[in-house]
């Protein structure tokens, strides 16, 4: 098992190990952008769920410390 070490005694990382953890989480992304881009009748249903509820809160812009404004 080839170690990398990074001169701190009790610091070592398996190269292999840590290959697979950035492959999963590369695999992992992928799949989430995939997923959230899909169009389905479930999410259709679920954003006309939302709206009824009045849909995404306005985000709010700070004028100074006392007054916030909504954009």
Do not use: C, F, Q, W
């Amino acid at each position: 098992m080839e170690k990398i070490s990074y001169g701190l005694e009790d610091v070592e990382l398996d190269r292999k190990a840590l290959a697979e953890h950035m492959e999963i989480h590369e695999a992992a992304k992928v799949l989430g952008r995939k997923g959230g881009s899909v169009k389905s009748e479930k999410k259709a249903a679920a954003a006309r769920e939302n709206g009824k509820k009045g849909g995404r809160p306005r985000k709010k812009e700070v004028l100074n410390d006392e007054t916030r404004v909504e954009s």
